[in-house]
């Protein structure tokens, strides 16, 4: 029935008509037959593909949407909390009920939007909210919802809560959490908060990444785990009042619906949540409910309710893994002591092998020591959220700072497992093959020497480059350069917008440690990707520019750095480095600009006679002042854009000009710009074209 459900809902998610009409010849043909499992298997398959037919309309509907322009008012609902996004902005989803234009307000019950603030809001899912600002009509998606446009918020004001008394008990409940458990305190913290609501929004990106590359992302991708633990917790609760079985049953539903609250509907959320709500009902109409039963019937009932589910990949991946759970746990090592040990070992195993298919199709490798990391992790996770449920529940702080400390211990185990292998789609099947050949006692011996010798060399970090190279690191529409030595030593300049993106490329060059790293301005494309890096690689020092603002990013990246024990110096021009063959001197800025970009930390390096020029985003003022020197290689400033003077560039661009940039609607790089390169004769990269160019310095 699951299975027939899911199949109708994606064939009705992707072709719609087409599949609701298959379903019904397939109905039909059954129904003659009049056997009751096809015929229900077949009604499965229709009313999945009608569902997952009606979602697609919806979210057709809100993506084509037509929307009012310009500053207004609109009035409706937060579905959403606040979320960080993009340097001090934070995002939200609504939905709204009114829009007020020309001073007058008119019922409209649009389409979802999302919100930007750069002002932190109280605003809680649930709320209702009036924002003021300007409506961008761009259609897209936040969080795996649709939405129709943006509103660039200059006000939020929250008018009113939600009235059903599950909303509030959940809020209340998540606020006091927050309250708790702040996840702005560290990143053990943070993760404590992922632990117990969902919400990692205060963990540092590059320990999400750790958490994904070891294995470990569900364990804040809050499930049944986390679902036994609260209505444990509310058994006790509920305990001094005597209750019967069936009216505890039922008090336990309605707790289920504070819980889905507290951890905001996430689809691994609600898939554990209806398991566990059909087993209950269940108990209250006398009628036992297994594991297998529960689980099927969730993923049929959700399904049909709502069928964009059938292509969300974390619901895919929530149904896949416990389903590999219910296989392993108790069956893959049955009769081997110590019995939990192979039993937590067989479940983790199980649950890796189910959701393979779908990290590889989603991700592109899957960890290949997962198990191993879910063993070490799964009593400290478990120890944790216990630990802090109870000093959330009792409001003792002793309980939580405990259980913060225990999820640091978590966190020392991704990080220390995110270096492990990762296996690619060959990867994987030459370790199935490698397991089937286990069987034979003959081939054992081959197996393992093979095996030891890829593990060996799969562990081996790449090797520093034979003569000094400096690497411009496709880091998408921003900078980022990474200078290498052959003694192992490394700078970075700038690093991009997206700190994962920033440290898989640092993990494909080998790099554990930089001796320097550079922030040439606060802008997010240049020093978002900077967030929690010396939490992930060692970093021996940090220039930043000599500016008494350099803007909220900035003073995060050196907040950090000095709560690490990394020194930051501030630079102007003058300030000179050497690390390994490379000579780093600073020609700017040269005094205080009015313009951010004017402010650049501008770098000469040397190495072996080659010259380097990195400006960052020094424009026409700031160069002008810039003492004359050619380079072999110009990273040309700003992206490539009109920002820059041409006389400059001619004066300065030697053989080699790198442009970093991404997609954009920034018009980078400028027409003319490149039209001037291709008239000098220059060689011209484009990091968006050419990928990480690398260019050697013997």
């Known amino acids: 029935m699951a299975a027939a459900t899911w199949f109708g809902a994606l064939g009705g998610l992707r072709v719609r008509w087409p599949a609701v009409a298959a379903g019904g010849a397939a109905l039909l043909a059954v129904a003659l037959r009049r056997r009751a499992v096809p015929i229900l298997a077949a009604g499965a398959l229709v009313a999945g593909a009608a569902s997952g037919m009606l979602a697609a309309g919806r979210i057709a509907a809100t993506l084509e949407a037509d929307l009012p322009s310009g500053v207004l008012t609109v009035a409706g609902r937060a579905r959403s909390d606040p979320m960080p996004w993009g340097g001090n902005a934070e995002r939200f989803i609504m939905v709204p009920t009114a829009v007020v234009e020309d001073g007058a307000r008119r019922p409209w019950g649009g389409p979802a939007l999302a919100v930007v603030t750069t002002e932190p809001v109280a605003v809680m899912a649930g709320d209702e909210v009036v924002v003021t600002g300007r409506l961008r009509e761009v259609a897209g998606w936040v969080r795996g919802d649709p939405v129709a446009g943006t509103i660039q918020a200059k006000t939020v004001?929250?008018?009113?809560?939600?009235?059903?008394?599950?909303?509030?008990?959940?809020?209340?409940?998540?606020?006091?959490?927050?309250?708790?458990?702040?996840?702005?305190?560290?990143?053990?913290?943070a993760l404590l908060a992922g632990f117990l609501v969902g919400d990692v929004s205060q963990l540092p990106e590059p320990d999400v990444r750790a958490l994904r590359r070891a294995g470990l992302s569900h364990f804040v991708a809050v499930s049944g785990s986390n679902v036994a633990l609260f209505l444990g917790a509310w058994w006790l609760v509920v305990a001094p009042l005597r209750l019967?079985?069936?009216?505890?049953?039922?008090?336990?539903?309605?707790?289920?619906?504070?819980?889905?609250?507290?951890?905001?509907?996430?689809s691994s959320v609600v898939r554990a949540a209806t398991m566990a709500g059909l087993v209950l009902a269940g108990r209250v109409v006398g009628i036992p409910v297994d594991a297998w039963t529960a689980l099927g019937g969730a993923v049929t009932l959700l399904l049909v309710t709502a069928g964009d589910l059938a292509g969300d990949v974390g619901f895919q991946l929530s149904v896949a893994a416990t389903a590999g759970v219910l296989v392993g746990a108790g069956r893959l090592f049955a009769g081997r002591s110590p019995r939990w040990l192979w039993t937590i070992l067989g479940a983790t195993i199980s649950a890796q092998a189910a959701v393979v298919p779908l990290l590889l199709v989603t991700f592109g490798s899957v960890p290949l020591l997962a198990p191993v990391a879910n063993l070490l992790a799964a009593p400290l996770v478990t120890a944790a959220t216990s630990l802090g449920g109870i000093g959330v529940a009792a409001g003792w702080d002793l309980p939580?700072?405990?259980?913060?400390?225990?999820?640091?211990?978590?966190?020392?185990?991704?990080?220390?497992?995110?270096?492990?292998p990762q296996l690619d789609v060959f990867g994987v099947a030459a370790l199935a093959v490698g397991v089937a050949a286990l069987r034979h006692r003959s081939l054992r011996p081959v197996v393992l020497i093979v095996a030891a010798v890829l593990l060996?060399?799969?562990?081996?970090?790449?090797?520093?480059?034979?003569?000094?190279?400096?690497?411009?690191?496709?880091?998408?529409?921003?900078?980022?350069?990474?200078?290498?030595?052959?003694?192992?030593a490394a700078v970075l300049i700038d690093g991009g917008r997206e700190p994962v993106v920033l440290l898989d490329a640092l993990a494909r060059y080998g790099i554990g440690r930089l001796s320097l790293v550079v922030a040439t301005h606060g802008d997010v494309d240049h020093v978002g990707g900077l967030e929690g890096l010396t939490g992930a690689v060692g970093v021996d020092r940090i220039w930043a520019p000599d500016h008494p603002d350099g803007g909220d990013l900035l003073a995060t990246l050196t907040a950090e750095a000095v709560a690490g024990g990394?020194?930051?110096?501030?630079?102007?021009?003058?300030?000179?480095?050497?690390?390994?063959?490379?000579?780093?001197?600073?020609?700017?800025p040269r005094r205080r600009y009015a313009a951010d970009n004017d402010g650049s930390v501008v770098l000469w390096v040397t190495a072996n006679g080659h010259r380097i020029l990195l400006p960052g985003d020094a424009g026409a003022v700031a160069q002008e002042e810039l003492p004359e020197r050619r380079a072999d290689v110009l990273l040309v400033p700003h992206h490539g854009s009109a920002t820059s003077d041409p006389g400059w560039i001619e004066r300065t661009v030697g053989e080699v000009a790198v442009i970093s940039v991404g997609e954009n609607t920034y018009g980078h790089p400028a027409p003319e710009i490149l039209e001037l390169l291709a008239r000098l004769g220059v060689e011209v990269h484009l990091t968006l074209v050419d990928g990480d160019v690398s260019i050697p310095l013997p």
């Open 566 to 588: 990394v020194p930051v110096e501030r630079v102007r021009d003058g300030v000179v480095a050497t690390v390994g063959a490379f000579t780093l001197e600073t020609l700017g």
């Open 157 to 189: 004001t929250r008018v009113g809560n939600d009235g059903t008394p599950w909303f509030r008990a959940g809020n209340a409940l998540r606020a006091r959490v927050h309250t708790m458990v702040p996840g702005e305190r560290d990143p053990a913290t």
């Open 244 to 266: 019967g079985p069936r009216l505890r049953a039922s008090l336990g539903l309605g707790a289920l619906a504070v819980f889905v609250v507290l951890t905001r509907w996430e």
């Open 456 to 488: 060996v060399a799969a562990a081996r970090p790449p090797q520093p480059p034979a003569v000094p190279t400096v690497t411009f690191i496709d880091v998408g529409q921003g900078d980022g350069v990474l200078l290498r030595d052959p003694s192992g």
């Open 400 to 420: 939580v700072r405990v259980a913060a400390r225990t999820a640091g211990g978590v966190l020392a185990v991704a990080r220390a497992a995110a270096g492990w």
